[in-house]
């Protein structure tokens, strides 16, 4: 019995064996297939360096693009500060212009209150 099991299993396993062999083998390839695959091969290689070729002008492009962008808006930002910096220099002046007319009213205030001091005291003499 033991045999007969030992027996069958080796048959059974060489059988397996045998018949992976036969479906791993392929027919052979002919020289016309091999040529063809080399012409599929090369186009497909073509193919894929015209596609990137067009990826890498496509990249460029788009890098200038932004770089333009970026330098527009560059200048727009340096237009606007320049004219921030203006705005604040005339607010500036603006300011001192105010506080030198209320200095001068208040020097007027007191010239005027002295005037008329001498005035009533002129009157009175």
Do not use: C, H, W
């Not at 019995?1 to 062999?21: D, H, P, Q, R, W």
């Not at 970026?70 to 004219?83: L, M, N, P, Q």
Request: glycine share 0%.
């Amino acid at each position: 019995m033991k045999y007969k099991n030992i027996l069958t299993l080796i048959a059974v396993s060489a059988a397996s064996f045998f018949t992976f062999e036969l479906s791993a083998q392929d027919s052979p390839v002919s020289k016309f297939e091999y040529k063809q695959m080399d012409s599929i091969q090369a186009v497909y290689e073509r193919d894929k360096a015209q596609t990137q070729r067009a990826e890498d002008v496509e990249k460029m492009t788009d890098a200038k693009n932004e770089q333009s962008e970026t330098k527009a808006k560059a200048k727009e930002a340096a237009r606007i500060e320049g004219e921030a910096d203006d705005a604040a220099k005339q607010s500036k002046n603006a300011l001192k212009s105010e506080k030198k007319a209320q200095k001068q009213r208040k020097q007027a205030d007191k010239q005027a209150e002295k005037a008329e001091a001498a005035r009533d005291k002129s009157d009175l003499n």
